[in-house]
């Protein structure tokens, strides 16, 4: 699915996205390693296995950037010119290997730039659920998203 215009965002609108993903051990291994990030709650199984958790937990940047990348097909696939930014992000919950991760996105505002008459700010909050319904990720986005031609 082609990614929405500026003007097909209303306020309130909430998007239940089909998309989801199981997440292995492979992910969060190779995404901590190649983020340079070697916190050994993610990435050392005797460690974390003595933390209050008893296993690795998924580096929540993976989480973050998960849940964003499973909204793009249903929302701005295309129509996205920049993100200007993420803000109010939290992980109430960790995610551990095996868990399956489901996102909604509701649109919080949008408003036409008041520099480019082509595009305009759409904010968004992003949740994300793991299998049980608990809510494992939120956060707020700021996306700069084209209008549609006139016809």
């Known amino acids: 699915m082609a990614g929405l215009y500026l003007q097909e965002f209303q306020p309130g ?3 239940q996205h089909t998309l989801r993903k199981s997440v292995t051990e492979s992910d969060n291994m190779l995404f ?23 296993k690795p ?12 990348g499973i909204s793009v097909h249903d929302t701005t696939l295309g129509t996205t010119v920049a993100n200007l930014g993420m803000t109010e992000t939290s992980f109430p919950h960790p995610v551990f ?3 399956t991760i489901r996102v909604e996105t509701e649109v919080k ?14 904010e968004f ?5 793991n299998q049980d319904d608990r809510l494992v ?9 084209l209008k549609k031609r006139d016809a």
């Open 32 to 54: 901590s390693t190649m983020t340079l990030n070697p916190q050994p709650l993610h990435i050392d199984f005797d460690f974390a296995a003595k933390t209050e958790w008893g």
């Open 109 to 122: 505002s949008v408003r036409e730039s008041k520099s480019r008459p082509d595009r305009g700010i759409v």
């Open 13 to 15: 609108q909430v998007f």
């Open 137 to 145: 990720a939120r956060c707020l986005r700021q996306a700069m998203i």
């Open 125 to 129: 909050e992003h949740r994300a659920y």
């Open 57 to 68: 937990l998924v580096n929540s940047l993976f989480t973050l950037g998960l849940m964003i």
């Open 97 to 99: 290997h095996g868990d």
